[in-house]
């Protein structure tokens, strides 16, 4: 409501001015929220509403908006005439013309002209910006500044309703409006002209031309009116005293003339430096905002400019270093440098063109901290493109390094956190698949201890009863009750979401306990095991628990790959060796083998060839394979079948075993 308040009050003064256009409300629309807005604009302005482009100056090249950082689409249009209606959605900081306006309006708070441009329509016009600010207060910063303007209030003005060929006198006088920072003969400036002079060259040169100019009266268009009569042979027809008159006139203007055009001269040197000064403000304030740091020299190389970042680096004042030679000011060393560097600031004046900084220059600050940075050197032209100085950018890597390791170390600390996840929802996985095995394992100690026990009762109540016999009932139910607690903290061990540490492993007792987990499944699908152990296999280093879910994902996958085939087929061959200071883990079966197009994304995640499969089971064992300094890898066998293997090293003494679980 505060900004349909404060847009009605500027287009009242806009008016009270020239109301002879139409008036456009622009909002300011950042690049991310583009879509967001165009979605709202459909539905409360116009279905195909969208932000675009196009030539003001007669090109009817519409097009969608180019991606930039912002936009000042226009979304409001008083009055809605229908012709006109395709300027919805035209983004008018996109025109160089405008966006000069809109810049100066943005950075005085007032009302500012734009430059003159060719009606779509016919003719010619200019538009009148007026920036309105979310705050009271806008920041004296120009890009804080930008963003605070929120919105832009135009007003267009129709050149063709300002001058009329009804209104002029005789056919001898031209009236023309243009811009006043242009010169008058200047097309770009020229708003409107009417009947111009057709007169012959030797009336324009031999005769006098009176011209008249009158500014507008308005402190936010910067026009002049102009009316020229040129005089022409008619006037040696008239009496003497008008002859004599004319002369005097003539004189008394030419005079006129000289003053007026040396007026004009001090007008354009007064608005040539005022842009100057304007432009060089600007750009001291860019040289202080950026964050990297910024170094002008003269053409001998001495330092005449610094920006706050380069003292902040350098440690040194612009007042210590002003007029001093660059080698002395930023003394460059080169780390680790098996020749001779030429030096970059000497390269670039006497090459005339851009020069890196070296990958390894260093600088050392007044700690006596060695800094790593780089950057360029890069000449400067004249306006007659004569060599003036150069310019160094150069910005300061440590804190960037660092953010970089940091981002790595986060990023590997979520890889951990991740695959040990997934390695626990696996197991719990396969633990459901395996509930009928694991359900027979234990029930077998149970029942073997409820013979025992029933025995021994009888035993006690018959009247010969044995002591040996008795005795020897209830160690072999101890034995059974031993067994079944082993199946339950083997069980839980392999399903539990511990720390995963490494420790000694020898891979034959990883394989014995695979096996005897799996025996009611390796049972239930008629599969043979065949194992080729070595003896006295060295112990490797390694976590056990993952250890075990490596082969029994390996088995697992032997089992289900031999389904459809005859049961004296159903083996799985698994082997044990040492190879050049490596243990070596083969698990071999009789089955199809691996499809040629899925061999080569064997463990990507994800990728699965069972109907109801996760594809996680080979990804995260190739994973728990590669934490431990080996690597898993599988291929058909010529006779039918596939082949896993993996290989770790050898555990020497003295190994510290690491806990290789998220740390806080």
Known sequence: RAAVAETGTILNSLNNCLDLGGHFMQPRIELAHLHEFEREAQHSIRADYQIRDFGLDGERSWRRAAPRPFYYPVTFMEPPIASASPVLGLDVYADKKLQLAIDESVMTQKIIASAPFNLVEGGRGYILFKALFNTSSPSADYFTRQQQATRLVSLLISAKNLLHADELPPSNMTMRLFHKQYQPDDVSGQIYALNEMKKSSVERHLLPLFTYEHAIPSEFQPFLFETQRQIGWEVFRLSGLVVSACVTLLLTLLGAMAFNWRRMQQEETRLANELLYRERDRAFVTLRSITDAVMTLNSDGVVE??????????????????????????????????????????????????????DNAVIQDNDGQRKLIEGNVSPLFGSQQEFIGAVVAFRDMGPIRKKALEAIEASEKR?????????????????????????????????????????????????????????????????????????????????????????????????????????????????????????????????????????????????????????????????????????????????AGIPAEVLPHLFDPFLTTKDNGMGLGLTISYSIVESYGGTLSAKNLPHGGAEFSFSLAIRYPNIVDLDLSERE
């Open 305 to 358: 400019y610094v920006n706050p970042a380069a003292e902040a680096i350098l440690q040194k004042k612009l007042a210590d270093i002003q007029g001093k030679q660059v080698t002395a000011v930023m003394a460059l060393r080169y780390e680790l440098s098996t020749s001779k560097i030429v030096d970059p600031f000497s390269q670039c004046i006497a090459d005339q063109r851009v020069v890196d900084l070296p």
């Open 415 to 591: 890889l951990r956190q991740h695959q040990v996840e997934l390695a626990h929802v696996a197991r719990l996985n396969t633990m459901g698949e395996m509930a009928a095995g694991i359900a027979h394992e234990i029930n077998q100690p149970l029942a073997a201890i409820l013979s025992y026990n029933q025995a021994c009762i009888r035993m006690l109540q018959s009247d010969d009863a044995n002591d040996d016999e008795i005795i020897q009932a209830m160690k072999s139910s101890a034995l059974q009750s031993k067994r079944a607690a082993e199946i339950i903290t083997r069980l839980r061990a392999f399903v539990s979401k511990k720390s995963s540490k490494t420790a000694p492993v020898d891979l034959n007792q990883v394989i014995h306990n695979v096996l005897s987990l799996s025996e009611h499944h390796l049972k239930d699908f008629q599969v043979i095991t065949e194992t080729e152990l070595m003896y006295g296999l060295p112990v490797v280093t390694a976590d056990p628990i993952g250890m075990e879910q490596v082969v029994l994902n390996l088995v697992r996958n032997g089992m289900e790959a031999m389904q459809e085939f005859p049961t004296d087929a159903r083996i799985i061959h698994i082997q044990t060796a040492v190879q050049e200071s490596r243990v070596v883990l083969t698990v071999r079966d009789g089955g």
